[in-house]
């Protein structure tokens, strides 16, 4: 199974992001999630929330997010992904911003609030410049409408673990299995789980049922402290690290 | 957005369409978690539209329950104070709970019981919603939730203490700006877990399709009865008709009805604030640009990456960075034109109101009264000006007595 961890640009400063793909490229990381800050990011959890507080605070600019990664994609060969409200990408224009990152060396883009239904054109267009748009399916969506949904998906399928917003929780819902088994029916894509997820052991879970594992808030969870104590770097990268490779090694070891 | 409909020109009455778009402004943005909900809600939202048992119920809750209808009434010494066109108020402030939120929460409320779902969740600012909802849900026996920021919290204290003494639940927002943008995030989040259960009744013609066209139609009400009320008392429809602009509901079912009268002006007043420098206002059509927020493709307050900008207004109900994807339609197309009015003109105009007419306006409602004033000075004594007077000034006397150096 992939591992597909998550990080907030700009949380708390670029380098320490673009300092964090390299490690976690490193750590076993197959994909790596990049989020672009938004100041009213209603499908996030506190976690996500104050992350994309913290760095918006500490004024980042969304042009200044892609020449960061202009620079760290070509160092590595995890495939990066923008994870991106369309608020923003509408504002900076449908057409300028996938242009931007294609060129930065993003691999596709998760665009939460691009339901399926609005997202013909953009996929298009995402499609012309060598990108994915990752799909969402939902625990709340009906059958019939993920096969919609997923008709013309192309990448992997974003499945929401628990309907609810992003943030660790305790175990697994009981319907994700039923879920997953239902999307291996309609598509060939491969299926990464995600929100919710913060353990091995319910990574181990998804043995048999999903190809990757996506983990945000649990990620970015480790960067609170550097807002009141950024002399932490160095111990709060290594914690990180560490705790990436353990769920590295539970997708890894549940293929 | 390159797919929609050309916007210039005549505005429709006939919007939005089947994807919940107002020429190019409104559709769905949204996560999927929500959006099998959202199309439930339409569903059955046509369905309790073409059913006369559901519009009886309605219609007979807003008699006996609200009060309708209110009466249209001629503020005649403001008129006389002004010396030009004569000057008068659709009654909102009367309605049970004191604004016209309750329109919107009555219908709402039926809609909830009719898709059977057992708990409600809402957002409010001013606190009117919050009241209007926490009324709705005691009446039927509904559990409910609202979300409102800290700061309006401050603002509003009555109507918190309102909401809790009819059972409701309030759950203060202490992210961003602690006010009305914040508080719908919050209830966004709370649907986005409880959306098998709860139904979020969003308070005005904001967010995902199909809450602008629901909001606007259960607010419609209001410009129905004032524009037959004009008929029946001045003989025909007046020459303007205005409205303070918030997120835009009680403006929205005030202008819809005399959408199609091209005879009649259509004005909406937005909140200035202290100044028209970014942070300052809380004007959206003047000073915004076309993006996404809450769901809903329309005019924002947004900074150049689509960060929604900070606002201010004195108001806790027009504090708002958005606007419904139906004002930024009519804008676009010319039917409304939309100006802005200050703290401290609204301000004033509630305490002149209240000494002119015996009238205690909400702060909301006195930007809408000072605009007709303005706009009655530069009109003849034969024409006639409706403003939506949407709610009373109760729950700001706090805010008043503490802005003009009294004590309460
Ligand atoms: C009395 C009153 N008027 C107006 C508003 C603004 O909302 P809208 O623009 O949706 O009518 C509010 C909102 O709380 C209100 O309480």
Same mark, same amino acid.
């Given at each position: 199974?992939?591992?597909?961890?998550?990080?907030?640009?700009?949380?708390?400063?670029?380098?320490?992001?673009?300092?964090?793909?390299?490690?976690?490229?490193?750590?076993?990381?197959?994909?790596?999630?990049?989020?672009?800050?938004?100041?009213?990011?209603?499908?996030?959890?506190?976690?996500?929330?104050?992350?994309?507080?913290?760095?918006?605070?500490?004024?980042?600019?969304?042009?200044?997010?892609?020449?960061?990664?202009?620079?760290?994609?070509?160092?590595?060969?995890?495939?990066?992904?923008?994870?991106?409200?369309?608020?923003?990408?509408?504002?900076?224009?449908?057409?300028?911003?996938?242009?931007?990152?294609?060129?930065?060396?993003?691999?596709?883009?998760?665009?939460?609030? +691009?339901?399926?239904?609005? *997202? %013909?054109?953009?996929? =298009? @267009?995402?499609?012309?410049?060598? /990108?994915? $748009?990752?799909?969402?399916?939902?625990?709340?969506?009906?059958?019939?409408?993920?096969?919609?949904?997923?008709?013309?998906?192309?990448?992997?399928?974003?499945?929401?673990?628990?309907?609810?917003?992003?943030?660790?929780?305790?175990? +697994?819902?009981?319907?994700? *299995? %039923?879920?997953?088994? =239902? @999307?291996?029916?309609?598509?060939? /894509?491969? $299926?990464?789980?995600?929100?919710?997820?913060?353990?091995?052991?319910?990574?181990?879970?998804?043995?048999?049922?999903?190809?990757?594992?996506?983990?945000?808030?649990?990620?970015?969870?480790?960067?609170?402290?550097?807002?009141?104590?950024?002399?932490?770097?160095?111990?709060?990268?290594?914690?990180?690290?560490?705790?990436?490779?353990?769920?590295?090694?539970?997708?890894?070891?549940?293929? | 957005?390159?797919?929609?409909?050309?916007?210039?020109?005549?505005?429709?009455?006939?919007?939005?369409?089947?994807?919940?778009?107002?020429?190019?402004?409104?559709?769905?943005?949204?996560?999927?978690?929500?959006?099998?909900a959202l199309e439930e809600l339409t569903v059955e939202y046509a369905r309790a539209k073409a059913d006369p048992e559901f519009n009886r119920?309605?219609?007979?809750?807003?008699?006996?329950?609200?009060?309708?209808?209110?009466?249209?009434?001629?503020?005649?010494?403001?008129?006389e104070m002004c010396g030009g066109a004569q000057i008068y108020f659709k009654r909102e402030d009367l309605n049970h709970t004191g604004a016209?939120?309750?329109?919107?929460?009555?219908?709402?409320?039926?809609?909830?019981?009719?898709?059977?779902?057992?708990?409600?969740?809402?957002?409010?600012?001013?606190?009117?919603?919050?009241?209007?909802?926490?009324?709705?849900?005691?009446?039927?026996?509904?559990?409910?939730?609202?979300?409102?920021?800290?700061?309006?919290?401050?603002?509003?204290?009555?109507?918190?203490?309102?909401?809790?003494?009819?059972?409701?639940?309030?759950?203060?927002?202490?992210?961003?700006?602690?006010?009305?943008?914040?508080?719908?995030?919050?209830?966004?989040?709370?649907?986005?877990?409880?959306?098998?259960?709860?139904?979020?009744?969003?308070?005005?013609?904001?967010?995902?399709?199909?809450?602008?066209?629901?909001?606007?139609?259960?607010?419609?009400?209001?410009?129905?009865?004032?524009?037959?009320?004009?008929?029946?008392?001045?003989?025909?429809?007046?020459?303007?008709?205005?409205?303070?602009?918030?997120?835009?509901?009680?403006?929205?079912?005030?202008?819809?009805?005399?959408?199609?009268?091209?005879?009649?002006?259509?004005?909406?007043?937005?909140?200035?604030?202290?100044?028209?420098?970014?942070?300052?206002?809380?004007?959206?059509?003047?000073?915004?640009?076309?993006?996404?927020?809450?769901?809903?493709?329309?005019?924002?307050?947004?900074?150049?990456?689509?960060?929604?900008?900070?606002?201010?207004?004195?108001?806790?109900?027009?504090?708002?960075?958005?606007?419904?994807?139906?004002?930024?339609?009519?804008?676009?197309?010319?039917?409304?034109?939309?100006?802005?009015?200050?703290?401290?003109?609204?301000?004033?105009?509630?305490?002149?109101?209240?000494?002119?007419?015996?009238?205690?306006?909400?702060?909301?409602?006195?930007?809408?009264?000072?605009?007709?004033?303005?706009?009655?000075?530069?009109?003849?004594?034969?024409?006639?000006?409706?403003?939506?007077?949407?709610?009373?000034?109760?729950?700001?006397?706090?805010?008043?007595?503490?802005?003009?150096?009294?004590?309460?």
């Amino acid at each position: 199974m992939a591992f597909m961890p998550f990080l907030t640009a700009g949380d708390p400063n670029l380098a320490v992001t673009t300092r964090l793909i390299e490690e976690l490229s490193s750590a076993g990381a197959d994909l790596i999630e990049i989020g672009f800050p938004y100041s009213d990011p209603i499908a996030d959890g506190p976690v996500i929330q104050s992350s994309y507080t913290r760095a918006l605070g500490a004024r980042l600019h969304i042009p200044e997010i892609f020449v960061a990664i202009g620079a760290v994609a070509k160092k590595i060969r995890t495939p990066l992904v923008a994870m991106v409200s369309y608020a923003i990408i509408f504002r900076i224009g449908n057409e300028a911003f996938v242009k931007l990152a294609a060129e930065s060396g993003f691999a596709g883009l998760i665009v939460p609030d +691009l339901p399926g239904d609005e *997202a %013909d054109e953009f996929q =298009t @267009l995402v499609g012309s410049h060598g /990108l994915d $748009l990752i799909q969402l399916v939902a625990p709340t969506t009906p059958a019939d409408r993920s096969a919609r949904i997923l008709k013309n998906a192309s990448g992997f399928v974003y499945c929401i673990a628990v309907a609810g917003t992003t943030g660790a929780r305790e175990g +697994l819902a009981p319907q994700l *299995a %039923d879920m997953l088994k =239902t @999307l291996r029916t309609q598509t060939t /894509l491969p $299926l990464a789980v995600g929100f919710g997820l913060s353990r091995p052991e319910q990574v181990e879970q998804l043995r048999g049922l999903a190809d990757g594992a996506i983990v945000g808030s649990a990620i970015v969870r480790h960067l609170e402290e550097l807002s009141t104590n950024p002399g932490k770097l160095e111990d709060v990268v290594s914690r990180l690290v560490q705790y990436a490779r353990s769920i590295a090694a539970a997708a890894h070891t549940s293929r | 957005m390159s797919s929609t409909a050309v916007t210039a020109g005549k505005a429709s009455s006939n919007v939005p369409d089947a994807a919940g778009r107002f020429g190019e402004f409104g559709r769905r943005f949204v996560p999927e978690t929500l959006m099998h909900a959202l199309e439930e809600l339409t569903v059955e939202y046509a369905r309790a539209k073409a059913d006369p048992e559901f519009n009886r119920r309605l219609n007979e809750l807003l008699r006996t329950f609200v009060g309708r209808p209110n009466p249209l009434y001629f503020a005649e010494r403001l008129t006389e104070m002004c010396g030009g066109a004569q000057i008068y108020f659709k009654r909102e402030d009367l309605n049970h709970t004191g604004a016209h939120k309750i329109n919107n929460t009555m219908g709402q409320a039926l809609l909830t019981m009719r898709m059977g779902k057992k708990r409600v969740i809402a957002e409010t600012g001013a606190g009117q919603h919050g009241v209007a909802t926490a009324t709705a849900c005691a009446r039927f026996g509904l559990p409910c939730v609202v979300y409102m920021g800290e700061e309006d919290i401050r603002r509003q204290k009555l109507n918190v203490f309102i909401m809790r003494t009819m059972g409701a639940e309030v759950r203060p927002v202490t992210s961003g700006s602690r006010t009305l943008r914040d508080a719908i995030n919050e209830a966004m989040r709370d649907w986005m877990s409880s959306v098998e259960d709860t139904h979020y009744i969003l308070g005005s013609v904001v967010g995902p399709h199909p809450f602008p066209m629901i909001v606007r139609d259960f607010q419609s009400v209001i410009g129905r009865e004032a524009r037959e009320q004009s008929l029946e008392t001045i003989g025909r429809l007046p020459d303007e008709v205005v409205a303070c602009v918030g997120g835009g509901s009680n403006s929205a079912g005030m202008f819809y009805p005399f959408v199609d009268d091209a005879g009649v002006e259509l004005t909406g007043v937005e909140a200035g604030g202290r100044g028209d420098k970014p942070g300052e206002h809380a004007s959206t059509l003047t000073y915004g640009t076309k993006g996404v927020l809450h769901g809903s493709y329309s005019y924002v307050l947004q900074d150049p990456d689509g960060q929604t900008m900070d606002v201010h207004s004195i108001s806790a109900g027009l504090d708002y960075p958005g606007v419904g994807p139906e004002h930024s339609y009519w804008r676009d197309t010319g039917r409304v034109n939309y100006v802005n009015i200050r703290d401290q003109h609204a301000l004033d105009t509630v305490q002149l109101v209240a000494r002119t007419e015996g009238i205690l306006p909400a702060l909301e409602s006195s930007h809408a009264i000072a605009y007709a004033m303005d706009r009655a000075r530069q009109r003849k004594p034969n024409e006639v000006i409706v403003v939506c007077l949407s709610g009373r000034g109760d729950k700001d006397v706090n805010e008043v007595a503490r802005l003009t150096g009294q004590d309460l």
